[in-house]
Nanobody
Framework: VQLQASGGGLVQAGASLRLSCVGSGRTLSRDTIAWFRQAPGEEREFVAG????????YYADSVKGRFTISRDSAKNTVYLQMNSLKPEDTAVYYC????????????????????WGQGTLVTVSS
């Protein structure tokens, strides 16, 4: 199983970016996919997730209303649309995969996930 994250870049505050996570070796729609991020000097934190069993979407409070996670089954890709970006969104963003459906209480936990992509850097300038 491989996950390839892309779409990061340098943008100004208020701009938008769309990150992509392309999977190989698994059908992503059957699994739970999440985005995490890690800012310099900080621990990695949950950003958003989509669960396979019911398609339910989960968001960190810090991004709710600004970020949207979605998937395109035909392309075996999960997206993270990021709008109204803020300097505090600056981080390396990782996509992660948990085989099958995660239980509700575990979606936001790093240890839940079996595979990780390499990360893509998002830098938001003020």
């Amino acid at each position: 199983v491989q996950l390839q994250a892309s779409g990061g870049g340098l943008v100004q505050a208020g701009a938008s970016l769309r990150l992509s996570c392309v999977g190989s070796g698994r059908t992503l729609s059957r699994d739970t996919i999440a985005w995490f991020r890690q800012a310099p000097g900080e621990e990695r934190e949950f950003v958003a997730g989509i669960r396979s069993s019911d398609g339910h979407k989960y968001y960190a409070d810090s991004v709710k209303g600004r970020f949207t996670i979605s998937r395109d089954s035909a392309k075996n890709t999960v997206y993270l649309q990021m709008n109204s970006l803020k300097p505090e969104d600056t981080a390396v963003y990782y996509c992660a995969l948990k085989i099958g459906s995660a239980i509700l209480s575990s979606v936001r936990q790093e240890v839940t996930y079996d595979y990780w992509g390499q990360g893509t850097l998002v830098t938001v300038s003020s």
